[in-house]
């Protein structure tokens, strides 16, 4: 308090006591101890009001004293348990935590990790994932600003997240505890495997392998695919201790329409500690996805090259050119391309709608408009004879199909006489058109569907000038490309729209996470936030169910079924008001991402320590690691002076003794008839 507020408090004590002797003793006749009670009642009740109109500051000082951190970190991962370093970890991890003088010294806290980092003091080392990265990026965040060293007991095989040794923060020492046999051992391991998730139907899929050898002598391996009893590859790997890798490529047939799950195997005739990590299941889905697709034309334009050479970079496009007149039959087709049709197309046409084949008209300059008119109601066109140049606006609310934004409104314009285009029904306009910079409110690539068949407009021709111009933006074709094989795969496919859409993939690594998303449309086809999802998944060997709710995010619902062993599922998702359901299955290959090691990850290890000014350690060095950390002077104890002020005003105490007083000294008063 300052030397005022002192001044002010025996000046009120003055007053106070000066104000109760002249009302009850200097003026009372009879100084009896009701008149001393009172006075004393009355220089209580003053005083503490004067007090409160000082509202002194009371300022209290606390020492404390702020040890360093000593984040004590386990690994949690199943690939400790493999390598039988549990116990020893645990044990480990007792000695620490449980060290007098290191309690003294750090605030010691405990934390394991697998594909999560967490607070812990208990482990069961089952964790299907292993990720170090975490561990660096949690320490940052919960120890902020602050200099301290880290315990790692790990073996430092790391199986998802980014590369630890740079992750962690470099003025932080991190002390790795090294647990696990490191003495080498024989070894044969697949460390990965490359190939597409699909193929297609009667073609040929690479398979990559990458394959690593640990070992001192030369030896040979057999890499062999097979899919059941069948071999389908089998090669000879040479290995020796100065070539301890090898990589293997293998073409594989797709002659079976389905999913296909496939096992990698590397073996040998020595002896090996680990043989888990010599095979690997992978899967591929073949589809029968050939499209053939009709461009008939009855004149020579660039357009047509442009689409044919667009289309045909998918593999699965076959184009075949065709003048109205030379058609015979449309059953080997699957899309129809109808460039600038004429009065000669009425026979396309027809044969065309009685096939149920969806088309893709395409306009220009030769265009008999009339003649369209009388083929098709979903665009009403009245056109002129004078020819205009219209370019293109994109649409963002178009969801047909998901399409990105290639800078439509970039490329030269498109000819089409000059007209009033509108349209009937229900039409999905992508492009719209401008002439010039003013907006026509006409399509000009629009998309209708009607009882399941399909048609594109794209009402304008030099659409190559697109192409070319596409290429000078991207030095490359592939975005335009992208664009008409996305209008062929819509146009090729027969499936209408659906109210419950569902997103998966055929088949999982066990241990990966396994994630099914949904989408619920209303009867307009809006996304509907207040769809009910559920999805009921069964084991097809135990029959065993799980239930579980799909939660919504952005624009989705989406389910994670981490935690389901190896196996074939059957699931259905279930819209509980409508009652709308999508089935269908999955497998859970058998795959172990844990137990792919033998050895602890030294190496890494080391040069994380190296990285952070720390040092590595092994179990039987504890000791040395304890005695390190208690000798290291960079970490002391803080003692730190805490100042708490606190106004008089705000003791509520002071005013209830105030009410106290003044309550009591009246009721004296009443009683003895003062009042």
């Known amino acids: 308090m300052t030397r005022t507020t002192i001044l002010l408090i025996i000046l009120s004590l003055v007053v106070a006591g000066s104000l109760s002797f002249y009302h009850y003793l200097y003026k009372a006749k009879n100084k009896s101890t009701v008149s001393l009670f009172l006075a004393f009642l009355r220089f209580m009740s003053i005083f503490g009001i004067l007090l409160l109109l000082i509202n002194p500051i009371i300022t209290k000082n606390t020492?404390?004293?702020?040890?360093?951190?000593?984040?004590?970190?386990?690994?949690?991962?199943s690939s400790i348990s493999f390598l039988n370093a549990n116990e020893k970890v645990s044990e480990l991890y007792q000695k620490l935590i449980s060290n007098a003088a290191l309690q003294h010294k750090f605030d010691i806290q405990s934390y394991q990790f697998d594909g999560e980092f967490q607070q812990s003091e208990k482990f069961d080392f089952k964790g299907a994932q292993t990720n170090l990265d975490a561990v660096a990026k949690n320490l940052?965040?919960?120890?902020k600003n602050v200099i301290f060293p880290t315990v790692i007991i790990t073996d430092g095989n790391q199986t998802s997240g980014n590369d630890y040794v740079y992750g962690f923060d470099s003025v932080n020492k991190i002390f790795p505890l090294i647990v696990g046999d490191t003495t080498t051992f024989l070894d044969f391991k697949i460390d990965q495997l490359n190939v597409n998730k699909y193929a297609f139907y009667k073609n040929k899929f690479p398979v990559e392998a990458f394959l690593h050898y640990s070992g001192t002598k030369n030896v040979t391996a057999d890499f062999i695919i097979s899919q059941g009893n069948s071999v389908f590859s089998k090669q000879p790997i040479s290995f020796s201790p100065s070539k301890k890798t090898a990589v293997v490529n293998v073409l594989l047939p797709a002659n079976k329409v389905g999913l296909q799950v496939f096992k990698a195997t590397i073996s040998s005739k020595e002896k090996e500690k680990n043989t888990y990590n010599n095979t690997k299941n992978f899967a591929v889905e073949v589809i029968d996805q050939k499209t053939n697709i009709a461009i008939i034309s009855a004149i020579n334009h660039p357009d047509?090259?442009?689409?044919?050479?667009?289309?045909?970079?998918?593999?699965?496009?076959?184009?075949?050119?065709?003048?109205?007149?030379?058609?015979?039959?449309?059953?080997?087709?699957?899309?129809?391309?109808?460039?600038?049709?004429?009065?000669?197309?009425?026979?396309?046409?027809?044969?065309?709608?009685?096939?149920?084949?969806?088309?893709?008209?395409?306009?220009?300059?030769?265009?008999?408009?009339?003649?369209?008119?009388?083929?098709?109601?979903n665009l009403s066109f009245k056109m002129s004879g004078q020819k205009e140049d219209?370019?293109?606006?994109?649409?963002?609310?178009?969801?047909?199909?998901?399409?990105?934004?290639?800078?439509?409104?970039?490329?030269?314009p498109?000819?089409?006489?000059f007209g009033n285009i509108t349209t009937n029904g229900n039409v999905s306009v992508l492009l719209s058109s401008k002439i010039r910079n003013i907006d026509t409110n006409a399509p000009l690539l629009a998309f209708t569907e009607n009882q399941g068949k399909r048609t594109a407009y794209f009402l304008g021709e030099n659409s190559w000038k697109w192409r070319l111009q596409s290429h000078i933006d991207n030095q490359s074709f592939d975005k335009f490309d992208i664009f008409i094989d996305k209008i062929i795969q819509y146009l090729a496919s027969n499936n209408s729209k659906k109210s419950l859409v569902v997103a998966h993939e055929s088949f999982y690594n066990s241990g990966e996470a396994i994630e099914i998303s949904a989408q619920y449309f209303n009867k307009n086809y809006e996304f509907d936030e207040k769809a009910r999802l559920t999805i009921a998944v069964t084991n097809t060997k135990t029959k065993q169910t799980k239930n579980y709710d799909l939660l919504k995010s952005n624009n989705s619902y989406k389910v994670n079924l981490d935690g389901l062993t190896a196996g074939n599922y059957n699931f259905s998702v279930k819209e509980l008001n409508s009652k709308t359901t999508y089935s269908n299955h999955f497998e859970i290959l058998d795959f172990d991402i844990e137990k792919q090691f033998v050895n602890p990850d030294v190496e890494k290890l080391t040069q994380l320590a190296l990285q952070t000014q720390g040092k590595v350690y092994f179990p039987d060095q504890i000791e040395g690691l304890i005695k390190s950390l208690l000798d290291n002077e960079e970490y002391k104890a803080v003692q730190k002076n805490t100042m708490t002020k606190t106004p008089l005003i705000d003791w509520v105490w002071l005013l209830v003794l105030i009410s106290i007083f003044l309550s009591t000294e009246w009721f004296v008063r009443k009683y003895n008839g003062l009042l």
């Open 140 to 143: 940052k965040s919960i120890n």
């Open 304 to 377: 047509i090259g442009a689409l044919k050479h667009a289309i045909e970079t998918n593999a699965q496009r076959k184009v075949t050119l065709i003048k109205p007149n030379d058609i015979k039959t449309l059953q080997d087709y699957n899309v129809l391309i109808l460039y600038q049709p004429t009065t000669e197309f009425k026979s396309v046409f027809d044969a065309a709608k009685l096939a149920g084949i969806n088309t893709f008209i395409i306009t220009g300059n030769n265009t008999d408009f009339n003649f369209l008119n009388q083929q098709q109601n």
């Open 390 to 412: 219209y370019l293109a606006a994109f649409n963002s609310q178009f969801n047909l199909f998901a399409i990105d934004n290639i800078g439509f409104e970039n490329f030269p």
């Open 63 to 77: 020492l404390e004293t702020v040890k360093t951190p000593l984040p004590i970190v386990v690994d949690n991962s």
């Open 414 to 417: 498109l000819q089409n006489p």
